[in-house]
């Protein structure tokens, strides 16, 4: 018995011999998730007949390798005990939550005395793909048929690939596609038609389907939710933006032919005449005075149409000196006066 478990040991271990350095097989990874590396039976039977063996991985630098375990006879030296795992039940290497810098060529290498087996794994890592959506991009009613084309996608995921498929039982069903685009059409009258949409990479899927009940938009409210929004907001924003158009165009034109209000006003003016002593003026009749200065209300209004101007503006012309008697001089104006044309009626009162 003992003989027979010794044969096989030396004819399993020379099988394995025999393959030769770089025996690889690759191992897909999900995007942060366990990934467990295994070895072949034949590696763990050698591993526990010589003892000893070393789990090693790929730098960015070809000419060196990371170490990451050590088994000699029953013990062994995790390198990296927070992101790997060892199992001493199968040698197998388990990362605990994979990254895409773990996404490297791993060895597992078996030494017998001035030889050594090694079992490569590389290791892809891929993001798991999302639930798809599927979108109208057009669709039209033409002699009692309707035709849609669908778009369907998936907003994360590494190597997506869609399929379309019929939920019916059917090898010539017009839903079968590979690709994202479908261009469907089917007769009005027809039962319900159901698509399903399948998003798929190596190590996830996601379906969703779609309903062909009737030829409207109103089927694709729960395939797309923005696309029902969408079609009440951009209708609106149209025709917001007509009226705004349209009545700046008609306040344009009523501006342009209704002519400008004449300045017809009755403004009110207020003057005030400083009162000054009373002087004698030689050449005066006996008994004449300068009667005292009051201060003089009276309404104006706009200027003769011949001299009216722009709205806002007042026209100031020479201020109409009194007659002066004959061998007398003007009397002094003050400095500060401003002259002023005004239109008022004045009686003073005798003394």
Known sequence: MGCS???????????????????RETVLGTLGKATVLWIPQEFQNLTQSFGMATWKRDTSDPHSKEVLLKYMNGNYTNYAPRQNHFHSS???LEILSTKRQDQRL?????????KEKVWQIQLEVYEPVSDPDIQVLSWALANDSCTVTLNCTAARGDNVSYS?????????????????????SYH???????????????????????NSSACSFEQWGSASPGLNLLLVVVPVVLVLGLVGVFTALYVGRLRKHTPLPEDNEVRTIYSQVQRVEKQKIPCSPPGTEHPSCTTIYAAATGLPPDTAQAPGR??????????????????SQSPDAEPMTVYASVTLPKI
Not at 106 to 114: H, M
Not at 172 to 184: E, Q, R, T, Y
Not at 314 to 331: D, F, K, N, V, Y
């Open 90 to 92: 199968n040698f197998s």
């Open 164 to 184: 379309w498929t019929g939920l019916e039982a059917s090898s010539s069903s017009p839903c079968a596609h590979n690709g994202s685009l479908l261009h469907l």
């Open 314 to 331: 007042i026209q100031h012309s020479p201020r109409a000196e009194p007659p002066t008697p004959r061998g007398c001089s003007p009397l």
């Open 5 to 23: 478990v010794c044969l096989w040991l030396v004819v399993s271990f020379c099988r394995v011999w025999g393959m030769g350095r770089g025996t």
């Open 106 to 114: 791993y060895e597992y290498i078996i030494s017998k005395d001035a």
């Open 188 to 210: 009005l009258n027809a039962t319900s038609l159901a698509c399903a949409c399948t998003a798929s990479n190596p190590v996830s899927s996601s379906t969703v389907t779609f």
